[in-house]
């Protein structure tokens, strides 16, 4: 009973019940961006909850050294695209829904990531910006592509500051 809740319980699967409010939101039956963009925000706050907790066991043990379960925890990659990518995908001539697509990666990027998820971070924005491009006006564009130079200009600084950092400790580490 307490595996099946934890199964239920699992990110991906409020991630994927999120995201299919969101689609029926913005589809052209509902037309209903603003609760799409609820659900974005739900879907953002369960991702900056599991970005942010201690990594997962994936291996238990019954009595010591006897492996009894492996559990394949989805990471962050999948996260996102089950939460975010078909949302991105169908937003395409909704900018309220698109600006806050850009708006949760910028929240998501506060939490703290690998160098290689805020490029994911950064790559999944530049893809809302190109979706957005062959159906939205240009004053609309132009508001997308400002905060993805923010959030551009946010990852390189995190990145380089990070870089500075484990630089200094290999310093520290050498002279001790």
């Known amino acids: 009973m307490k595996l099946r809740t934890m199964l239920q319980n699992a990110p991906d699967r409020r991630g994927k019940q999120g995201q299919d409010y969101a689609l029926r939101a913005i589809s052209p039956a509902v037309n209903d961006p603003s609760t799409a963009i609820s659900c974005i ?8 909850r ?9 291996y238990m043990h019954g009595p010591p050294h006897i492996l009894r379960v492996v559990v394949f925890w989805i990471g962050f990659e999948g996260l996102m695209d089950t939460a975010f990518e078909q949302i991105r995908h169908y937003s395409k001539s909704h900018i309220a829904v698109s600006l806050r697509l850009m708006r949760a990666f910028d929240d998501i990027a506060d939490t703290e990531l690998s160098p290689q998820e805020l490029q994911s971070l950064v790559r999944r924005a530049q893809r809302v910006v190109d979706g957005c491009a062959e159906k939205l ?8 592509r400002e905060r993805l130079a923010r959030l551009e200009r946010f990852c390189r600084k995190i990145t380089q500051w990070t870089r500075a950092t484990s630089d200094d ?8």
Do not use: G, M, N, T
Not at 41 to 48: T, V
Not at 50 to 58: D, G
Not at 169 to 176: F, M, Q
């Open 169 to 176: 400790e290999l310093v520290h580490a050498a002279s001790a």
């Open 137 to 144: 006006p240009k004053i609309d564009l132009f508001r997308l």
């Open 41 to 48: 925000d739900q879907l953002s706050r369960i991702l900056i």
């Open 50 to 58: 599991w970005v942010s907790r201690a990594p997962l066991r994936v």
